[in-house]
């Protein structure tokens, strides 16, 4: 098992996305503004498709299906926070 230098980057940014996914959900229950709720699921997405990706440092012969759901994870990402951004209050 060799571990890339791209996975080792992809993994902190997985934990990075999941640190501030547990700071903007903190904010939202302070706050009750719906703008970081969606900000929220948008990080804690990313850093669910980051995890997913660099499981094959664990599970070498994973299927397509990682690749297709990584993808749509990242759609999903990115409606949320185009939904953040147009979103009035």
Wanted: net charge positive; glycine share 2%.
């Amino acid at each position: 098992m060799v571990v890339d230098v791209d996975e080792i980057i992809r993994l902190l940014s997985s934990i990075l996305a999941l640190l501030i996914f547990t700071i903007s959900i903190i904010a939202y229950h302070r706050e009750r503004r719906k703008k970081l709720f969606l900000v929220s699921l948008a990080f804690f997405f990313y850093a669910l498709k980051g995890f997913l990706k660099v499981s094959d440092i664990f599970i070498p012969q994973k299927g397509e299906f990682i690749e297709i759901f990584a993808n749509l994870l990242d759609f999903i990402i990115l409606a949320l926070f185009f939904m953040a951004i147009v979103m009035d209050k």
